[in-house]
């Protein structure tokens, strides 16, 4: 199994905390939203103007059974 790669018990244990809408964590909001390649993993922060930003993202895809 490549470093990088998780288990699908690992993704329903990583959807648990981090919503589809926004969820703060620590310093930050992030989403986990399915997406259909997959799942996208974003960072959202907030700009002086109270919009959210989107950095960085990331795309989540099944690869022989791992994600």
């Known amino acids: ?8 018990e690992e993704l329903a244990t990583f959807k648990e905390y981090v919503r589809e809408d926004k969820t703060w964590i620590n310093d930050a909001y992030y989403r986990l939203r399915e997406i ?11 700009d002086a103007c109270g ?6 993202k ?3 895809q099944l690869d022989k059974g791992q994600w």
Do not use: C
Request: net charge negative; charged share 20%.
């Open 1 to 8: 199994m490549k470093e990088n790669m998780m288990t699908p």
């Open 36 to 46: 259909p390649e997959g799942y996208e993993f974003a960072k959202l922060e907030i």
């Open 51 to 56: 919009a959210s930003i989107v950095s960085p």
């Open 58 to 60: 990331i795309t989540l």
